[in-house]
């Protein structure tokens, strides 16, 4: 079985949201703790960082050039060195209280970001989406940390997980697009970790990184585990596919919240790893901006 290996000499303090563009050979994430956006050339190995004011919560690459970002004040659009130039829409949620978390885009184009409710004291997290006339809509509450958000290539259903509440959604959609109502995909027991951020492979899995369970799990349409992958650090974000063949999962970790000792004792905690896994996942679609 392959083992994960560290993409490149780098850790961060909240990597999120890998993102592969084929045509660049490169690997774009978010460090949201730290306002960033990183992008990381496979070939010529060249590391950008581009600096934001605010935390990125998630992203997506547009057909048009540069990025659509959720940060905490709201979504925007920006060219490719991060400059705004033009504002989407307010988060929807209390900024003061809750930050974007998850996201990315549909098989149409559209994007979507969920926000995580700081506070914890209850589900106080929302899931938007931004359509391709660049118009938002919140289309799902009760929810505490948005992650997991991952859509079938048949387009008939989307995947999202609340990380804190340790369960996985599925949510039937219509022709239109729009979401019917979200039924339990899997729950996790205390102790098995907890369903971060996620990706669909060809076949339908549901690959799922595992915060807090030191591993990534792939799991079938019916929800079983089919196979799982241990990391040498206990707090996996998020996976994405991508390579030449889509073959290679990019898999970011974290090292928030993590003392000098734990630290010390797993030191690639906020590092990206790669594993080569074989069946191919499906492409990250770019927005689509209809104008």
């Known amino acids: 079985m392959a083992q994960p290996q560290v993409l490149f000499d780098y850790t961060g303090h909240l990597p999120e949201c890998p993102t592969w563009s084929a045509e660049e050979n490169c690997l774009y994430w978010t460090d949201i703790l730290e306002n960033e956006i990183h992008r990381y050339n496979t070939t010529s190995h060249q590391h950008d960082v581009i600096k934001f004011s605010e935390e990125v919560g ?20 920006t060219n490719r060195t991060g400059l705004i130039t033009r504002k989407v829409c307010d988060n929807p949620s209390n900024p003061a209280l809750a930050r974007f978390n998850d ?36 289309i799902q509450h009760d929810i505490h940390g948005a992650n997991g958000l991952a859509f079938s290539e048949d387009k008939k259903w989307m995947y999202t997980s609340d990380t804190p509440n340790r369960v996985i959604y599925r949510t039937p959609l219509e022709e239109n697009g729009e979401p019917g109502k979200r039924e339990v995909f899997k729950r996790f027991e205390p102790g098995q970790g907890i369903p971060d951020g996620a990706a669909i492979d060809e076949e339908g899995c549901y690959w799922t990184a595992l915060f807090d369970g030191y591993r990534i799990a792939r799991l079938s349409l019916e929800g079983e585990v089919r196979e799982e992958y241990q990391l040498p650090v206990r707090c996996p974000t998020m996976v994405c596919f991508g390579g030449d063949d889509m073959k290679t999962l990019f898999i970011t970790t974290t090292r928030e919240d993590m003392d000098e000792a734990e630290v010390a004792q797993r030191p690639l905690s906020g590092a990206i790893f790669t594993l080569q896994v074989t069946v191919a996942g499906m492409p990250k679609l770019k927005f689509k901006v209809n104008q």
């Open 58 to 77: 998630c992203f997506a690459l547009c057909e048009t050039g540069g990025f659509i970002v959720a940060l905490r004040s709201g979504i925007y659009l």
């Open 103 to 138: 996201g990315g885009t549909d098989r149409e184009g559209r994007f979507y970001a969920g926000t995580f409710w700081g506070p914890g004291d209850f589900n106080g997290a929302l899931l938007c989406r931004v359509d391709n006339d660049l118009t938002a809509h919140v």
